[in-house]
């Protein structure tokens, strides 16, 4: 999972296998949630976001779960290829309030 | 679309000299921010801009900073004077809905100062 510090936790996966990202959010009033992919040289980039009213969505091989019981966030990327070789950020926003986001977790896939 | 523009890219100066970063945000988004970003400390907000207008400034490290948006299509955030820790990559993102949807970063600017 994240955690605001010094060290980037990563992650690494074979081509081809499934991906899961994890975060675990601050503030239980936050309502609206992004991962964001940043690959390296380049600004973070959207994937997905989750609104509070939802446990899970759906994009294109990508899927957030959102657990707000324990403040807890995922992503789970299907069939990981090398090109989602990146740092992955969970940012949330609270009514009102700027996003927050976590320090990053690397995936590296290996081919 | 073009996205977010940013410019320069890279920015090498000395301590003590003046800094100028610019960012052109996405056409009709009506929310600017600035985030600055480094190993120890990741993303943090600067300061962000509704309809042109500061919000929160909270963000900004001292009175050495300071940023402007006189209009809808260009921001600035300026740096005088510069010190080696401002070193660091310098991200514009813009959004509409005041800031309560999703945000498209810019590439950065990767300020040096020596």
């Known amino acids: 999972g994240e955690s605001v510090g010094l ?6 996966v074979q081509e081809g296998d499934n991906s899961i990202i994890n975060c675990a959010y601050s503030n239980s009033a936050s309502d609206y949630f992004i991962w964001y992919k940043q690959e390296s040289g380049k600004g973070p980039q959207f994937i997905i976001d ?6 899970k969505r759906q994009g294109q091989r990508v899927t957030v779960l959102l657990n707000k019981t324990v403040k807890h966030l995922s992503l789970q990327i299907a069939a990981t290829q090398p090109g989602d070789s990146a740092v992955y950020f969970c940012a949330e926003n609270k009514a009102g309030n700027q996003f927050y986001f976590g320090t990053g977790t690397s995936l590296t896939v290996i081919p | 679309d073009a996205g977010v523009i940013q410019s320069p890219r890279h920015e090498v100066t000395e301590m003590g000299q003046e800094v100028t970063l610019r960012c052109k945000p996405i056409s009709g988004h009506n929310s600017l921010f600035w985030y600055r970003q480094t190993m120890m400390r990741g993303l943090e907000l600067l300061i962000y801009f509704n309809n042109n207008v500061p919000i ?3 963000g900004m490290p001292e009175d050495r900073f300071s ?4 209009n809808a ?3 600035t955030l300026k740096i005088q004077p510069s010190e080696p820790r401002d070193s660091a990559v310098y991200f514009c993102a813009s959004s509409w ?18």
């Not at chain 1, 989750?50 to 446990?55: A, K, L």
């Not at chain 2, 999703?102 to 600017?109: A, P, R």
């Open chain 2, 67 to 70: 940023a402007k948006m006189p």
């Open chain 1, 50 to 55: 989750i609104r509070s009213n939802m446990d």
């Open chain 1, 7 to 12: 060290h980037l936790p990563t992650l690494s």
């Open chain 2, 56 to 58: 929160d400034d909270s």
């Open chain 2, 97 to 114: 809905g005041g800031g309560r949807e999703k945000l498209f970063f810019g590439s950065g600017t990767q300020l040096s100062v020596l």
């Open chain 2, 73 to 75: 299509s260009f921001s």
